[in-house]
Every structure is written in C-alpha cells, then in structure tokens.
C-alpha cells in the first residue's frame, strides 16, 4: 500500500479552517445522541492490543476498555484502580497487590491474579514488540500468591516502578487472549460497534466494578483524518470534544458558543532528532550546527503562540520541579557559527536534508519554522508531512535520518531517560549511545537517596545541553475543547489517559 506523502511549502500559513471545517462537516456522517452519549473527534486507531497502543486515541480507548493495576491522577500522583492496596517490602525489591473484589472481564469472566500475571509476563516478551519488554526488564518474577493477590519481585530496588506498572500499555488482559479485536476488558465501557474506517462505539459496562461509574451510557470515537476536521465537527456539533490541536486552532475557538476550551501544563515536547549512528549525523559537529541555527524563543512565538515553556535540549522539564534544573542554558543562535561548523565537517557549500515530521498538533509549523531558520545556516531542508497513523505506525519514526516527534508527557521523569535515550532503549530514535549518560540515568532510576537522584538528574541535564542529540523548542500545553453540556471531565497531562468515567452531560 502506497503511502501519501504531503511536502509543506517554505511559508508559515494561516490553517484554512472554513474550507477544510465545511467539507469535513458534509463528509462526516450525523449521530444522534442517544441517551447520556459523549462523541470524541480522535485520528483513527491503528492498534487494539494494549501492549502496541500508542497514539492518544488508541490510548483512550483502551482506558475506557481495560483497567490499569494502578493509575496516575492528573497531579501525577498514584492512584488505585484494580489494585485497591498494595505492600513494598523494607529493600524495595518485593510489591505485593490486593485486587478488587466483584471484578468481571465484559464476557463475564470473573478477573483472577493469574490474569495480572499473564499481562505482565507478555509485556516483558520481547517477542510482543512491545517498548514494556525493556521497560519491565528489572522485573525477577511475576506471581499470584492468591486469588487475588500479586507480587512482583525486583532485581534492583526502582523508586518509579509504581509509576512503571500505570505505563500506557499495562492494561489488564485476560489471559489467553488472541483477538485483541474483541476489547474483552473490565473497564467501564464495553464494545457495541467497531467500524475501523469510521468510529468505535462503546456502552457502559452495568457491573463495572466501582460503584456510580461509568456515568455515561455510551461513548463514541469518531475518527478524523487531521485535526481541522475535527474541530469542524465540534463547531457543528457533531462531537463533543476535541484535542490534540495545533494552538493556532485552539485559539479560533476562543468565542465559539457553548464551548469550553481547556488547557493544561504539562511535559509534552516536539523533540528535533538526528539519528547519530550515520553520517551526517555521526559528525557531532552537524548536530551542534542545527542547534546554533534554531532560535527556540522565535518557535514558540510562532508555533505554540507563547502557550507552554521554552525547551532547554533536555526532557527533563519544568513540570518535574524538584529534579528541574533552570540553570542550564542552550547557546544562543550564531548561524556564522553554524556554518563555520557544517565546514569543518566536510559540508563547504551547505548541506541538503530532509526533515520528517507528524501532521498533528503544531508539527508541521515547527518543521517549516526550522527550514525557515536553518537556510540561513546554508541547511537546505525538504520538509515531509506523513499522517500521524503511517508516522507512528511501522516505526517508521526510528528510522528516518531527521525527524519531529511529539512525545507525551510522563508523571515521572525517568521514562523519557530510558525508553528514549539509553544505549539500545527501544524507542532511541536518535540512536544516541553515551557511557557517561547511561551511567547517571541507571543512579537517577534507582538509587534511593533523593539527593543523589536531584544531583544525577541535573548532570544528565547540562550533558544533554552540551552533547544531547536533541533540540527541544518547547513544552507544549494539552488543549482540548469540550461541548458546555457536559461536566466532570479533567483534561490530563497526557490526554489519552483523561478520565471518561467521571462525565455526564449537564
């Protein structure tokens, strides 16, 4: 199947909302609320097995499918959900869990700790494709010690492995399962309908397990192609929520009637990578030439609209107050600099590249803004659009030499360190491989003594800034607008993981 690629043009360009709104809303087929029904306008999913989710579509339904053993609040705290109580022995190597009771999968199957076991043992296998498979890789052994009893016994003591198990992908499965298809979970919605070209339709679950929820009767996922399309539909009504918009957009609908618009800080960034394992990313010179062509103050004016915080080349953000260290610094742009360097590394006439990126959120601005910037440098850049879904898709994103990816924001810092950067972590994009940073992440995520895991986390950051194989503009805020019908929902950090359950139309 071929893939249509879009090439963006050299000039920031007002989005065409008219246009595109007017013939989405014509295309998009009309739902009748029936009951207490909440439409969201989300891309379409790719994935229905929790353990290859990744986008916030694929994340949110399978929160409102399945159930998380422990989950995160939208302060980052950690929460209950099938585990009502858990114990963490003195050495911090043995977690014990106490299970829920009246827990039934959506086929009437009541939950066992063996299922508990189950998801966990294929989240460590690596033949899954899973990113837990390196993620859960401290983990000694997995059993239930009862009916409804886990443990979880660790190599090594982590002081963020409650935050580990609410990772995106630990859902519990029942186990056995094959057909993923099926969304046989026991969380507060259930399946009615699935048209994977068009939407997911899911009803309550009436012997959910926590008393007065879910308190809608039906949620629907109606899927949009980009994002204009889907703020279209919630201008004429045709669903209740959408998110995930560029700020631009978000900001046109500041006076539309009977909507609420919805922003929330978080941890989110765009990272601008450089694979290093290949030339011309392998001369670190290339790399520090593109940072000292950015201007990072100009990208967040022009592309988040001053919404979020300016980004220091370090995942390590302003959110995690205690481990955020404001006193590193990026230098500032000296394309004269920049050039002298692509010179020294052989590139005497400038150097051509093309730039891969993402067509959500603000993306695609950011990707015309850097070959706005850079041609100053003498960086030619080919900026190339792809739908999120062929993006993301076939790991396509790991591979490309130049790239914009978004990454959600986490409740901990150390999952962006070890999923992202460490030498071989699954999702290394850059392909960045440091001893001296492996060392201070493998401190950070493990010791027990704070003082020692804030003085790791600020080494690690002023290395990123000197040597880091990443540029990051910004932090993004998550922005979402919402029909004034409905209350009792709370836009999350990452909004994929918002929770349903709590609303109900006004």
């Known amino acids: 199947m071929k893939t249509q690629r879009k090439r963006a043009s050299g000039r920031l360009k007002a989005l065409p909302l008219a246009a595109a709104a007017a013939f989405f809303l014509v295309a998009v087929i009309a739902v009748g609320q029936d009951g207490n029904s909440f439409r969201m306008a989300v891309q379409p999913i790719v994935h229905t097995d929790p353990a290859l989710i990744s986008s916030d579509a694929e994340v949110a339904v399978a929160n409102a499918v399945y159930d998380y053993l422990v989950d995160v609040d939208a302060g980052s705290r950690i929460e209950p ?13 043995m977690y014990t869990f106490y299970l829920a009771d009246g827990v039934f999968f959506h086929d009437g199957t009541p939950l066992h700790a063996d299922d508990v076991v189950w998801t966990f043992e294929r989240l460590r296998d690596p033949v899954i494709g899973s990113s837990t498979a390196d993620l859960y890789g401290n983990i000694l052994s997995v059993e239930a010690t009862g009916d409804r009893i886990v443990q979880f016994a660790l190599m090594e003591p982590n002081p963020f492995f409650l935050y580990d198990l609410s990772d995106n992908h630990a859902l519990i499965v029942q186990a056995e399962t094959t057909d993923f298809t099926a969304f046989n979970g026991t969380g507060p919605f259930m399946l009615e309908t699935y048209y994977p070209e068009d939407r997911l339709i899911l009803r309550a679950n009436p012997d959910y397990f926590v008393e007065g929820l879910p308190m809608l009767d039906r949620v629907e996922f109606i899927f949009f192609p980009d994002e204009v399309a889907a703020v279209g539909a919630l201008r004429g009504d045709q669903v209740d929520l959408a998110w995930r918009m560029s700020a631009p957009l978000f900001l046109s609908l500041s006076n539309e009637p009977g909507i609420t618009l919805m922003e929330v800080p978080t941890n989110g960034f765009d990272v601008v990578r450089l694979r290093s394992d290949r030339a011309p990313g392998d001369d670190p010179r290339v790399m520090e030439a ?15 609209l001053g919404r979020g915080v300016a980004g220091r080349d370090t995942p390590i953000g302003p959110l995690y107050a205690e481990y955020y260290d404001d006193s590193i610094s990026v230098p500032e742009r000296d394309v004269a600099r920049a050039r002298d360097l692509l010179r020294q590394a052989g590139y005497v006439n400038g150097i051509r590249l093309e730039l891969h990126t993402p067509d959500t959120g603000g993306r695609p601005d950011l990707a015309v803004v850097l070959k706005e910037q850079w041609a100053d440098a003498g960086i030619d850049v080919d900026v190339i659009v792809e739908p999120e879904s062929v993006y993301y898709g076939a790991d396509g994103w790991l591979e490309v030499d130049l790239g914009i990816t978004g990454w959600g924001s986490r409740p901990y810092p150390q999952f962006y360190l070890d999923q992202m950067l460490a030498c071989g972590a699954p999702w290394n994009e850059s392909h960045f491989c440091d001893a001296e940073f492996d060392r201070l992440a493998s401190i950070a995520g493990s010791t027990r003594d704070e003082e020692e895991r804030v003085s790791a986390y600020a080494q690690i950051q002023q290395l990123m800034s000197e040597r880091g194989p990443l540029i990051i503009p910004y932090f993004f805020a998550a922005l979402a607008a919402i029909d004034q019908r409905f209350d009792g929902f709370e836009l999350k950090a990452f909004p994929g993981r918002s929770d349903l359950r709590t609303i109900l139309s006004n």
Do not use: N
């Open 81 to 93: 959900r099938l585990a009502t109580d858990w114990d963490i022995s003195a050495d911090g190597l």
């Open 290 to 304: 593109l940072k000292l062509a950015t201007d990072r103050d100009e990208i967040l004016a022009l592309v988040q």
